[in-house]
């Protein structure tokens, strides 16, 4: 982990426990500290993520962390995951922020496995999306990460990308390419959504890098794919919009080079995790 990274970290993991803390800790004013062990134990199977945030916490708060399964890993109902030593009021203060966080990303880890293990041995790449929660964005896509899923766009400096509202204010796409192109980084890549066959014939002549194929049909997306292979071979294809574990594979064979899915974060759910001293 290099050091601005562990830098956000610490920084997020401060105003959680600051959240949970407030004025202090009532327990910790009535009891008498001493040395403990705890286990974290899965309640569920599923695939293991958050090390590099539980690692920063227990560091944070003199606390040993030796950890049974690693990110990306596998485990199952019953597993001890992680063993934690030290003092006793310490890991009781860090007990929530640590579960909330293992278990959200171990479930958004989870879930995008599923859509990984959908998509073994096809030809595409598959991506989340910026629908995540305020200021979990970071953990959010490192979970993705961690089942093999890939990132799309982190903000809106990190790719020029023209939605539906972005071309509402355009006349003329092809022109303000080429503008753009004179303003933006070279190694900056311009991505345009469209919905139907005819605006994507746009978006390729007016010689954008990605076209996503928003909403549409699967019908009129291998359209757009038969199209980009005849005539524009060099634009990447992306294909977006209601996706699920029923019909990803389909969308997977339609031509496009990347499948973005919201659902892989905002439509997992929780694994359940528990501490025991």
Not at 255 to 274: E, F, K, R, Y
Request: with cysteine.
């Amino acid at each position: 982990m290099d050091f601005y990274t562990s830098l956000q970290i610490r920084d997020f993991l401060t105003q959680a426990l600051k959240e949970d803390l407030s004025r202090g800790d009532l327990f910790s004013f009535i009891t008498q500290d001493k040395q403990v062990r705890a286990h974290i134990i899965a309640k569920q199977e599923g695939v293991f993520s958050g090390e590099l945030y539980i690692r920063e916490l227990c560091a944070m708060s003199h606390i040993v962390l030796s950890l049974k399964t690693r990110d990306s890993q596998l485990f199952q109902t019953g597993e001890i995951l992680a063993t934690l030593e030290g003092s006793y009021v310490a890991i009781l203060q860090i007990e929530r922020v640590l579960l909330n966080i293992l278990s959200h990303s171990s479930g958004i880890a989870s879930y995008t496995y599923r859509f990984v293990e959908a998509l073994r041995g096809m030809p595409i790449t598959l991506l989340d999306t910026r629908k995540t929660r305020p200021l979990l964005r970071m953990l959010e896509k490192y979970s993705v990460r961690n089942a093999r899923g890939c990132n799309h766009r982190f903000g809106l400096d990190d790719a020029l990308m023209l939605k539906d509202t972005h071309l509402a204010g355009i006349s003329d796409l092809g022109s303000f390419v080429v503008s753009a192109r004179k303003i933006l980084p070279w190694t900056c890549k311009i991505e345009v959504e469209v919905e139907n066959l005819a605006q994507a014939k746009v978006a390729f002549e007016a010689g954008v890098d990605i076209v996503m194929c928003d909403n549409m049909e699967l019908t009129e997306i291998k359209e757009v794919a038969n199209l980009r292979d005849r005539e524009f071979a060099h634009i990447l294809l992306e294909a977006s919009g209601n996706l699920s574990l029923e019909n990803i594979k389909s969308y997977a064979l339609s031509g496009v080079n990347a499948l973005s899915v919201g659902a892989l974060i905002h439509q997992a759910t929780w694994i359940d995790l528990s501490l025991k001293i």
